[in-house]
């Protein structure tokens, strides 16, 4: 599992003006240690639309195995929100919460929309993912058909046939990866 020690500063990320601050956009909330689902709590009862990604991985307690559900980049949560001046404070106040990633109220860091819905799907998907290591190199494919049917992200492959889809999200220089059939990959 590829956990990191916070937040990249030199990421790619785009930064809002304060006019485009004003419409809604991902942002990502760095949290401490197993707060994520603390802070995703707090504020949606305050009724921000907030977005905790999950794996469920085999865990061992005493002699038992069992299945949990685990954040799938710990440490972070996505919130979606048009933010301001007295949002920002709002969301600042969570029990938990370290920071919003970003320089100040008016020009926090934005993901793409794009990379929350690979997400988002990947998830949904209920196939077996794992988190994998942040890559740079490699080709960008999108998937054909199936489940994952217009995702892209990075083909990485394994063994004849079959691949690992890398979706990524670049602020966070975090990836997650699922097993794939190569054959239903097209480069981009």
């Not at 590829?2 to 304060?18: H, K, L, M, Q, R």
């Not at 404070?89 to 934005?110: C, H, N, Q, S, T």
């Amino acid at each position: 599992m590829d956990v990191g020690p916070g937040p990249i500063v030199e990421s790619p990320a785009v930064e809002t003006s304060p006019e485009a601050a004003r419409q809604p956009a991902w942002h990502v909330l760095w949290t401490r240690s197993n707060c994520e689902a603390l802070v995703s709590d707090q504020l949606t009862a305050k009724g921000f639309h907030v977005f905790l990604p999950t794996l469920e991985v085999w865990m061992r307690r005493g002699a038992a195995r069992q299945r949990h559900r685990v954040a799938m980049f710990p440490g972070y949560v996505f919130l979606h929100h048009a933010l301001d001046k007295w949002s920002d404070v709002e969301i600042r106040k969570a029990r938990g919460l370290v920071m919003i990633l970003g320089d100040a109220w008016d020009r926090r860091a934005v993901v793409p929309a794009t990379e929350i819905d690979a997400v988002r799907r990947l998830t949904e998907s209920r196939l077996p993912a794992v988190t994998h290591a942040y890559l740079r190199e490699g080709q960008r494919v999108r998937i054909v058909r199936g489940p994952l049917a217009d995702v892209e992200g990075i083909l990485v492959r394994t063994k004849p046939g079959k691949g690992l889809l890398v979706v990524s999200v670049d602020l966070l220089h975090r990836s997650v990866a699922v097993e794939v059939d190569c054959t239903i990959a097209r480069p981009v």
